[in-house]
């Protein structure tokens, strides 16, 4: 299918097709590191356009390159799958809000969920959590899907200038300057999650300050080899 | 960094053939036991020599004998792939303050980070638990990646002679006489850790006293045979 814009590539062009190809990659490790169930996406933002590809109406689990939908930041349809995801607007807005942003997923994510109706926070007490404030992710506290614009620019302004945004009884919404960061960020998140869950049993943790956090800022982080990992667990999936 | 003074076998040599192997089979391990994530790494001693060998940058699921590099303990390059991993002041550091440990296995173990961040700390409640002290393992208390001999001597400092010292929002380190034991012991720490876990859920467990840990301690352990029984469950992925 042509794209209806001259000026931006066809989702099947060859230069998008690495971008695709990751896109499509990183729902499959979302779902195979049990963060996704039937629900979720991973948007992309299509370089030097104001425009996004992502997957339409299908579990990230389930995706393939013929379910791939790219669309403007006003919602219009541009390329490839005929019915956009009800959600769209989580993508666009923080596309729009965010142009150093590559990627982002949101993920109906068990333990994303739970945080979001806790009074306690998810906070950082792994170096995992180094990408977070010391306070841990905000909350979008709007209720009903993200389907309008202007839920999606309510959630851009509680995401504000950060990695996540936990959405009240819903999930969450995680962004990266590259699709390998964006899935090292949503699989650590969901990670935090889970070891805040165990360590409040045993009662107040010892969570890291933003001073230590600081300290770990400081040195490298690895995006590449998180993915070349889950790319390997993939493997027996896809074959 | 001095230039090396090495003199042992050559990366290539024949000679390191087994220890490679079973570097490579040890981090596969730790991955299929559900230990490691992307993370971590197995290094094993050069007999008579300050060096080791390690995996490169590589996550232990995804270790190769041809991702293997062979370091001085001043972080000299030897041989093999590159670079080497940031933290190999952990393997350097403990080998060098350490001459009975051949083998030491560095993790982001689930339950290790969960009770470095707890009050209590990880305590053996299990005969398993025999090769850590009744008090439970210390725990390296400072922010920051292993990335400097300064910190990795820090961490030899808590580890003391001891086998396993947890880091704080971290992981831990174990250490073994050889990497079956190393391997082994990081395996039970794990369990340790989920055990404490589970029966804080019930109250706490009644944890092993001094007298008994001593009565398990006398006993021998056999980590010939876990480590036989871990190589079966690698099935194919095993080298």
Redesign the interface.
Known sequence: MAANRKDIPTIDSTELKELTDKLITSCHILDHEGVTDGYGHVGVRVPGADAFITIANISPGSVTRDRLIMQDFAGNHLDGAATPPNEWPIHACIFKARPEIVSIAHTHSKWSTIFSVLPIKLKPLHHYGKFLSADGPPVYEGVGLVRTIERGNDLAAALGDGPAVLMRAHGDAVVGESIEQMIERTTRLAMLGEWNHLALLHGQPKYLSAEELEVYNADQKFPLRGWEYFVSRLKSKLE | MAASDYKGPAFDSSELKELKAKVVNACLILDSEGIT???GHVSVRIPEQAALLTIA???P??AALDKLVLLDFDGNYLGGAQPAP?EWPIHACIMKARPDVNSVCHT?S?WS??FS????GLRPAHMYGRFLPVGGAPVYP????I?SVERGNALADTLKDGAATLL???GDAVVGASVEQAILRTVQLAFLGELA?LA??HGGPDYLTEGELATFAGDRSFPARPWEYFLSRLGERRV
């Open positions: 994530d992307g993370f940058q590589v996550s699921g995804c940031y982001h689930k980070a969960l961040v707890l009050k209590k400072n922010a920051g990646l990335t704080r929002a971290h876990h804080a859920v």
